[in-house]
């Protein structure tokens, strides 16, 4: 389970990794946080004129991410 507290700090002291400026659903980015006991979490989100559209939030599979959690693998 993530916490609402962990995402807001993910989003406010974390670091774009992806950016997705052609998502079917408009500008959207992925960001690298860190939760509880620093444990990595990302952020989908998307800005919009008067607020900040989550659409979801994980703890990234190390299966999956490389660098930190910076880099998918490439599979």
Do not use: Q
């Amino acid at each position: 389970m993530i916490t609402t507290a962990e995402v807001r700090l993910a989003i406010e002291h974390g670091e774009v990794i992806e950016n997705y400026p052609e998502d079917a659903r408009g500008h959207s980015c992925l960001i690298l946080g860190y939760g509880k006991s620093a444990r990595a979490i990302h952020v989908v989100c998307a800005p919009k004129e008067d607020y900040l559209a989550i659409i979801t939030a994980y703890v990234p599979d190390e299966n999956c991410w490389c660098n930190g959690f910076r880099t998918r693998r490439k599979l």
